[in-house]
């Protein structure tokens, strides 16, 4: 154990300070140190993909991140979807091709899709299905995880 | 073939009520909860696959920063008992019928004098965080003896090998032989004999969350709260009364949201009672939450037997005579006894009429991860070694794998079909429903017909590309016994509210359960309020396991809605001062036929019903509106499936790609049609990992190979292919609802049906995968044999 450090993000648009050991990984930090507990953790070796959020933009597993790494960062993490009481496009959408099952996977599913969508247009579903191994669903079998996402990038009804 | 489906919302895929707290993030799994002066638990484990215990030091481990307590597993033995009432019991009917020897082993909750495998408890720190915690465990300084490891589980049985727990004298722990018919003397005189090793391999439940355990302990009350992520709280409340000495009202204990368990955590683990026992004993809270190396060595692993199986037929393709002996590798306990093993032999047969038939088993010891009951629980190594027969019966004698099956199968006009075995509930198989051959040709059907597909085939193999037709056939005894309980009443507010034993892990059961109800009330589904997976609510239950809860809640629920709708009447009748056969219940009202002005609301009902001086209750009835009721199944009703895939293998890699791959499934009447589909989808490709990808392995000398995500491979989106499932509803006659259990189905076919296509796709090179999971690298090495 090393002396804590201050570690200063922007989560889903609020400033946020928390001590942290310089060992202590940005998931632990965003659940347990800011009580953001949308954010899951299945694997902790960067392979299933639950603790997906977005850091400065892009995604990126925070379980294989230090949140010292992420001082200064903007953060964005499942809680910051929804529009009040209105869900998300995408979450709605996850909803409709029943996409959830258990729901562990669905946090690190939502920011893995939004962050495939934006940056390939005109998905195939070949390609939506190779951009979402990112993530481990082991209930649903990934079809209405595909469904939705396809519908999603298309922007239309599906 | 369809139900007739009434005006309700049974039979419609209602949205499920569990969807927007978990997009939301909203979700509470046991890792989200924090609870004030919490401490976290962290365990050590056995590096050693055997080894005696030398020493076990926790002098530095407490001098870290932050820790608070350290016990060791000799110690915890002298204040709990070993798991106690962990094997299922052996109902009579079952004992009577089945030849059986089990002598199944004690599990302490931590090993005391000797580890035997590799991720075994052997002591428990606790620390101000996580990271302090695993400090401690590693300034933990534990000595340790080897002792040699038992790996292989045939040699396990063999008289000169180490025995694992000395005092059984044995690492045959258990012994099972059931019999109908005259197996030798129809072996005997068929014209035909094959016999053939078949093995399938070792993997495990894996759900997304890992498993975890908080607890608090109240020391004014001398209560206990516990939070597990589990199928079964009340089993782990039984236990914990017991382990603990507490009255069982003293104990609540709740499954919060869970993140899949797909039987992997179904059982109570020794977990479930060191943690509320920690929190006891320091007066704190108390949380653990596994991680992922520790889940793959230490949550359950499950399938792992070897058969060795004989089959006698005629030219015709006709089963004469069946037998099958095999070996459970049962790692170093046996959590749920030798259940599992029987529930293999009684699906051995499946939707065939064979009429004699032998099946034995042993139950092996070895320096391993206990297996346990995971999606499918026996039934997919039933599976396998019936469907590779049937395929090696059709290769034989030169039959298309689906006429061998056809001229086997138990027609419609014989249901109810009497097996001739007992099933593990003890009472005598009966297939209930169903039309097997039909399920089967819609199969065929739907993958475009064996003609075309032979055709297509046969150019194929002109060109130098390799496919293959895979089949497979199975029946799925669900809705099993003991029994499940449901309390229902109606609430000051006239709301319904329904708590059973069921614990959801992600089937949608709020949902489920809130459908059946409002049908049975006639009410709005939103004036249904749905409990699940607390003690407190629900005096006796049982769990959310084998397939069952569909059936076995729901039974309960419309016993106990019956109990106070006949309260709910009375009451009306008396406000309404009509007679109670005049009455109806619809919209969350009590309106007397014909009239509808005449009516009051069950809020008013229940105001009346109410004990006290404003009670307006008919005189001499008992007040409240509240029953409760324990549904005791006759026996399972059999679900049943048949599976068509087509694959192609890339001879370069020895890939396996799946182009077709369709089920048609008959759950009897479906509740919610979309999350039935859900159901079966998700378990098909949990079959389909367990076919090409997913494999728990070790070594000679006990070291677990596989023990992260990059090791032991969960499909992803990009290998599952598009997945086609039928449903056909053949309501069973033995439930008002026509109900069967589906949640394990889909697993239990894809590694047969994948391994049946993969060898029909290389029939040119003689090769049988009767051995699984199906390896690229031995798919590519049947081109060079």
Not at chain 1, 43 to 66: K, Q, Y
Not at chain 2, 355 to 367: D, K, S, Y
Not at chain 2, 478 to 487: I, R
Request: glycine content about 10%.
């Amino acid at each position: 154990m090393t002396a804590k450090r201050s570690v200063t993000v922007t989560v889903n648009g609020e400033t946020r300070t928390g001590e942290a050991e310089p060992r202590m990984l940005l998931s632990d930090f965003l659940r347990d140190t800011l009580g953001l507990t949308g954010t899951h953790v299945g694997c902790e070796h960067g392979i299933c993909g639950a603790c997906t959020v977005h850091v400065d933009g892009e995604a990126a597993r925070s379980c294989l991140m230090l949140a010292v790494q992420a001082d200064g960062a903007e953060i964005e993490t499942v809680e910051g979807l929804a529009d009040g009481e209105t869900l998300h496009r995408l979450q709605q959408l996850f909803s409709k091709h029943r996409a959830l099952q258990c729901g562990f996977c669905t946090p690190g599913m939502l920011m893995t899709a939004l962050d495939l969508v934006r940056h390939r247009p005109n998905l195939t579903e070949a390609e939506i299905r190779s951009g979402m191994a990112a993530v481990l669903c082991r209930c649903t079998g990934y079809e209405g995880i595909v469904h939705a996402v396809a519908e999603y990038a298309s922007g239309g009804e599906r | 073939m369809t139900a007739a489906s009434p005006a309700g919302y049974i039979g419609r895929s209602v949205p499920r009520r569990e969807d927007r707290r978990l997009l939301l993030g909203q979700g509470s799994y046991v890792a989200d909860l924090v609870l004030p002066g919490m401490v976290h638990a962290a365990f050590a484990r056995s590096q050693l696959a055997h080894a005696r215990i030398v020493s076990v030091d926790f002098a530095r481990a407490l001098a870290e920063p932050g820790a608070v307590f350290a016990l060791g597993g000799a110690e915890l033995a002298r204040e709990m008992p070993p798991i106690g009432g962990m094997q299922v019991t052996a109902p009579k009917g079952w004992a009577e019928r089945v030849d059986h020897r089990i002598t199944l082993p004690p599990q302490n909750l931590m090993a005391s004098d000797r580890v035997r495998y590799v991720g075994e408890a052997f002591a428990v720190v606790c620390a101000d965080s996580r990271y302090a915690a695993e400090d401690a465990v590693e300034a933990i300084d534990a000595g340790f003896e080897p002792l040699p490891a038992v790996v292989d589980p045939e040699a396990a049985s063999a008289p000169d090998a180490a025995v694992i727990h000395p005092d059984l004298g044995t690492n045959a722990v258990a012994e099972l032989h059931v019999e109908k018919g005259d197996v030798a003397a129809a072996m005997a005189s068929a014209p035909h004999r094959i016999r053939r090793r078949i093995r399938h391999h070792r993997y495990a439940a894996m759900p997304l969350e890992c498993r975890g355990v908080a607890a608090e302990y109240d020391r004014r009350t001398d209560s206990l709260t516990v939070w597990s992520s589990t199928q079964v709280v009340h089993w782990v409340r039984k236990e914990l009364a017991f382990a603990l000495g507490m009255a069982e009202e003293k104990i609540r204990v709740l499954a919060p949201d869970v993140g899949g368990g797909f039987g992997g955590k179904g059982h109570v683990y020794p977990e479930d009672l060191i943690i509320p026992w920690l929190a006891r004993r320091i007066g704190r809270p108390v949380r653990w939450v596994e991680d992922r190396h520790e889940h793959i060595l230490n949550a359950a692993h499950s399938r792992d037997n070897i058969h060795d199986a004989e089959i006698g037929f005629d030219d015709t393709g006709r089963i004469l005579a069946f037998r099958d002996d095999f070996i459970v590798d049962s790692g170093a306990y046996s959590p749920v006894g030798a259940g599992v093993a029987y529930n293999t032999t009684a699906h051995l047969l499946g939707p065939y009429h064979i009429e004699n038939f032998a099946g034995g088993t042993v139950v092996a010891i070895t320096n391993k991860t206990p297996n346990a009951p995971y999606r499918g629980a026996g039934r997919p190594e039933a599976v396998q070694v019936t469907e590779r027969l049937m395929d090696i019966v059709a290769d034989t004698l030169g039959m298309e794998p689906a006429d061998v099956r056809l001229r086997n199968m138990i027609g419609p006009e014989r249901m109810p079909y009497d097996v001739g075995l007992p099933y593990r509930d003890g009472v005598p198989m009966t297939y209930d429903s169903g039309d097997y051959p039909a399920s089967l040709r819609r199969a065929i059907d739907e993958i475009g017909g064996i003609e075309a597909f032979r055709e297509r085939q046969e150019k194929a193999r002109a060109e130098g590309r390799w496919l293959g037709l895979g089949l497979g056939c199975y029946t799925e005894g669900t809705g099993v016994g003991p029994f499940e309980g449901a309390t229902v009443k109606v609430d000051a507010s006239g709301k319904i509210v329904v708590s059973t034993g069921a614990c959801p892990i992600g089937q949608g059961h709020e949902t489920v359960f809130a459908q059946v109800t409002a049908d049975a009330w006639n009410v709005p589904i939103e004036d249904v309020v749905v409990l699940l997976a607390d003690t407190s609510t629900l005096t006796m239950g049982y769990g959310s396991i084998a397939s069952r809860s569909t059936v076995t809640s729901s039974m309960a629920i419309g016993d106990a809605s019956d109990k106070v709708k006949a309260k709910v009447l009375a009451v009306a009748a008396h406000l309404l001062e009509a007679s109670e056969a005049d009455l109806e219940l619809r919209d969350g009202r009590v309106a007397v036929k014909g009239v509808p002005d005449m009516a009051v609301s069950l809020r008013e009902i229940a105001a009346a019903a109410a004990p006290g001086w404003l009670s307006r209750r008919p005189e001499g009835s008992e007040a409240g509106l509240e029953a409760t009721s324990y549904y005791e199944p006759p026996t399972v009703t059999w679900a049943y499936a048949s599976n068509a895939a087509i694959v192609e293998i890339e001879p370069d890699t020895g890939r396996v790609r799946i182009e077709r791959y369709v089920e048609v499934h008959d759950a009897g009447r479906l509740v919610n049609p979309g999350l039935a589909d859900g159901q079966v989808k998700g378990g098909l490709v949990q079959g389909l990992g367990g076919a090409l990808y997913e494999s728990i392995e070790y070594d000679e000398a006990g070291q677990l190979l596989t023990g992260s995500f990059a090791d032991y491979l969960l499909p992803t989106a990009a290998e599952t292919p598009p997945i086609e499932v039928v449903h056909m509803e053949t309501p069973t006659p033995l439930n008002p609802l026509g109900v069967k259990g589906l949640g394990e189905g889909g697993a239990i076919a894809p590694p047969v049906v994948i391994a049946n296509a993969v060898t029909d796709a290389l029939k040119p090179f003689g090769v049988e995968f009767n051995t699984l999971p199906i390896r690229w690298q031995d798919v590519r090495a049947a081109f060079d044999s």
